[in-house]
C-alpha cells in the first residue's frame, strides 16, 4: 500500500485498467488471478509451465507473484494477459535498469538475474521456457499500428486522469471558499 498517494499514481492504475481490458480481449475471458477460471489458469501456469518455480532464478522456496514480462505500464504496454504473466520471487520480480535508468526488457532482466545468481549456464532454457509459455497462450504479437493505438489511448487516459484529479482540488478548495464564507 502507497504511504503517499499522487494524481499520478490514478492515473496510472487507469491504464493498467485499460491494459486489462485489452489483454481480455484478446484472451477472450476474464483473467482475474485472483478468482474462477483466471485463477486456475494462473495456477496452471505456475504449477504445470514453470513447475512452481521462479521463471528468471528458478528458486521454489518463495511465494511466487505475478510478473509482466513486457511491463504492464505505459512504457512497454504490457497487456494482462495468460501469455505475458510469469511467475516471479519476490527478489526478481524488481527489474533491472540499464546505465541509462530505463528498465531492462524481460530477456536483458532475465539475463542478469541469471549472472548475479551464478545461473549463466541457465539461460538459455529459462528463455525457451518463457518464450514457449508466450506461444502457448498466444500472446497477440501486436503490429507497429496496434501497438500505436494503445500508447495513444493509454497515454491520452493518463494525461485525463491527472488533469481530473488536479481540477477536482480546483473545485474542492472553491467549494470550500464558499462552505467558509456562509459560517
Known sequence: MAVYNTSSDSANTAVRAFLTKVG?????????????????VWAKIKEQDFNGCCAYCGDSSSTLQVEHHLMFNRTEYGLHHPGNVVPCCKG?????????????????????????????????????????????FHYPELTASEKHAIRVIANSLYDNIKIESDKSLGLYKELDKAFNKEI
Open 24 to 40: 481480455e480481449f484478446y484472451f477472450g475471458a476474464s483473467f482475474n488471478t485472483a478468482s474462477g477460471k483466471g485463477k486456475a
Open 92 to 136: 526478481c520480480n524488481k527489474r533491472t535498469r540499464k546505465a541509462d535508468k530505463s528498465f531492462s526488457n524481460w530477456e536483458e532482466h532475465l539475463l542478469a538475474v541469471c549472472y548475479q545468481k551464478g545461473q549463466a549456464d541457465k539461460f538459455e532454457s529459462r528463455k525457451i521456457i518463457i518464450q514457449a509459455h508466450i506461444k502457448n
